[in-house]
């Protein structure tokens, strides 16, 4: 959390000290003084716009058509509302393919929050011949609309890029940086700063491709042993904060390390404000699915920040199906405490099913808990 005496302390000192390009910030968050190479960044932030910045900080204190190549959409995945009439219900549902060597469960829950902020996207399609299935979580912060935009755009996008499947992981980078340009234009007209991130996986035939932009998270089990297969976009890595620092911003302590003393990741869709500094580029990591991969956990930081990978893989394991292990995630995340909005996807490999395949065709699973 960040205090408002720590607050008022660093807009109040780096508005007075602007002129001599540098910023103390208050003892309570940040103790030493350095150099700033760009002070008309500072000054934006903390002068200029004032107001974007006390909003910024309110909102940060708790950290179209189908490509013809592509198979046509079937019905959402199946979904359950524990009470349609509490607005902090559970949303459930899960997917499996006709021969059942893959299925996947979802939950969504508001939590303790004011609003949701989480969606989620879940695909499967026939393209040229060949199984793809596409699994995202986008957790939103500053509104929802980057996320919404996310679940309604990303997809559809990669399965349109002409390298999808001859260079998946340069249309993935493509497509996650042109996505993100497409929202900021959409955007251009309202004051709003809606940013969120996205950890997705893309399973085309038993190669699996996992990005991540942000501090949402995948997790691989295999042969029983918890693999991280992204790692959270936070400012103080030493990488990140190089990056952002030569692109001429600033990483600050304000309660946890936040990029301008404002964002608690280094990297997000969004966020306008904080351009260059705060970029989508995603970072992908790739891998084949053989017999001994047995589930994938993909949560928003509502799951990570109080559960450890190898519990959630554990829990995943111990459920024969996902759905189940994806409301049992959800609501062990909630009941360690978790203050987030929490969604998970829990994807399950059963390599025991040999009945014959016939992969079903696409078919998306986009929601929000409101």
Not at 46 to 65: A, E, K, L
Not at 90 to 103: A, H, Q, R
Not at 110 to 123: A, L, P, S, W
Not at 234 to 256: F, L, Q, Y
Request: charged residues 25%.
């Amino acid at each position: 959390m960040v205090c408002g005496r720590c607050i008022s302390s660093i807009f109040l000192r780096a508005t007075k000290r602007l002129q001599l390009n540098h910023v103390v910030v208050g003892r309570n968050c940040l103790t030493r003084r350095f150099h700033h190479p760009n002070p008309q960044f500072l000054a934006y932030y903390f002068h200029n716009n004032r107001s974007v910045f006390n909003r910024y900080i309110g909102m940060m204190v708790d950290t179209g058509s189908m490509s013809t190549r592509a198979g046509p959409s079937v019905d959402m995945v199946s979904q359950q509302k524990d009470d349609d009439s509490t607005p902090s219900g559970f949303i459930t549902g899960g997917w499996k393919s006709e021969d059942e060597k893959l299925s996947c469960g979802f939950s969504s829950f508001r939590g303790k929050r004011v609003t949701m902020e989480d969606f989620y996207d879940i695909k499967t399609s026939i393209i040229d011949g060949r199984s793809v299935c596409l699994f995202g979580i986008f957790d939103g912060h500053g509104g929802s609309r980057a996320a919404e935009y996310l679940k309604d755009h990303l997809f559809e996008n990669l399965m349109k890029h002409p390298k999808f499947l001859t260079d998946t992981k340069l249309a993935i980078s493509e497509t996650y940086q042109q996505t993100d340009a497409a929202f900021l234009d959409s955007e251009k007209d309202n004051f709003r700063d809606d940013g969120s991130t996205a950890s997705t996986a893309v399973l085309v035939d038993n190669h699996l491709y996992v990005a991540n932009v942000g501090d949402s998270r995948t997790v691989i089990s295999t042969a029983g042993k918890a693999i991280a297969l992204s790692e959270d976009h936070k400012p103080n890595r030493s990488d990140e904060r190089k990056r952002i620092e030569n692109a001429g911003g600033v990483v600050m302590w304000a309660g946890t390390w936040r990029v301008g003393g404002v964002l608690a990741m280094s990297r997000a869709f969004g966020n306008r404000m904080l351009k260059p500094f705060v970029v989508a580029e995603p970072e992908i990591q790739d891998q084949v699915i053989d017999e001994n991969t047995e589930v994938l956990v993909l949560a928003s930081d509502g799951v990570w920040d109080v559960v450890q990978n190898e519990d959630a893989v554990s829990l995943a394991r111990a459920e024969d199906a996902a759905e189940v292990a994806a409301r049992k995630l959800t609501e062990a995340a909630f009941n360690r405490g978790s203050a987030d909005n929490i969604t998970c996807i829990v994807v399950r490999f059963n390599h025991e099913k040999r009945h014959p395949a016939n992969p079903d065709k696409a078919g998306p699973a986009s929601s929000q808990q409101k």
